[in-house]
T-cell receptor, first 113, second 117 residues
Framework: GNSVTQMEGPVTLSEEAFLTINCTYT??????LFWYVQYPGEGLQLLLK?????DKGSNKGFEATYRKETTSFHLEKGSVQVSDSAVYFC????????????FGTGTRLTVIP | GAVVSQHPSRVICKSGTSVKIECRSL??????MFWYRQFPKKSLMLMAT?????????EQGVEKDKFLINHASLTLSTLTVTSAHPEDSSFYIC?????????????FGPGTRLTVT
């Protein structure tokens, strides 16, 4: 079946530090992979996505590469800001489009000045 | 951008009563809406998928008679938790997908915290 395992938080970093949030998945077939972000008091927002192996999704300085050989989709950012403080969710979809999303548990990131 | 609202954001109810949660797409028409449930430190779990004007499709293990879903218009879906019990206490999140296209992104609401006493 489909599942996502995500690095447990919380993660606390100083401003301008390097961020990695690990995500690995189990899926049948060839899933699409997503990172969603939830800022305090708001709904989940799509941060980036990749739809096939070796694709790199990027947005707002965040990147993640779809690694089929390691079944991973780790989120990285070279220099975090206080405004990046949020909960980050890794997810996969087994079908074309965004139906039937399977989520990881979420990782809370706090960036301190 | 696409905005989805949920109401109420928090609700406390007594055991045995029913609670209705609304999910609205504010600036687009949503042919499909999804309802998720999130337990503390757990993943979001898809409960059901609803298409406007038709019956919802429930995921395995979700009681359709307990979690009533109505998607009466292209901008509104409701989830009613009937005869709520303390174990129904959870964070409920909806999402909405605009119509058309092979790839449809989901836009999420801010969630509703339900506490059953």
């Amino acid at each position: 079946g489909n599942s996502v395992t995500q690095m447990e938080g919380p993660v606390t970093l100083s401003e301008e530090a390097f961020l990695t949030i690990n995500c690995t998945y189990t899926a049948t077939g060839y899933p699409s992979l997503f990172w969603y972000v939830q800022y305090p008091g708001e709904g989940l927002q799509l941060l980036l996505k990749a739809t096939k192996a070796d694709d790199k999704g990027s947005n707002k300085g965040f990147e993640a590469t779809y690694r089929k050989e390691t079944t991973s989709f780790h989120l990285e950012k070279g220099s975090v800001q206080v405004s990046d403080s949020a909960v980050y969710f890794c997810a996969l979809s087994g079908k074309t489009g965004a139906n039937n999303l399977f989520f990881g548990t979420g990782t809370r990131l706090t960036v301190i000045p | 951008g696409a905005v989805v609202s949920q109401h109420p954001s928090r609700v406390i109810c007594k055991s045995g009563t029913s609670v209705k949660i609304e999910c609205r797409s504010l600036d687009f028409q949503a042919t499909t809406m999804f309802w998720y449930r999130q337990f503390p430190k757990k993943s979001l779990m898809l409960m059901a998928t609803s298409n406007e004007g038709s019956k919802a499709t429930y995921e395995q293990g979700v009681e359709k008679d307990k979690f009533l879903i109505n998607h009466a218009s292209l901008t509104l879906s409701t989830l009613t938790v009937t005869s709520a019990h303390p174990e129904d206490s959870s964070f409920y999140i909806c999402s909405a997908a605009p119509g058309g296209g092979a790839t449809r992104e989901q836009y999420f609401g801010p969630g509703t915290r339900l506490t059953v006493t």
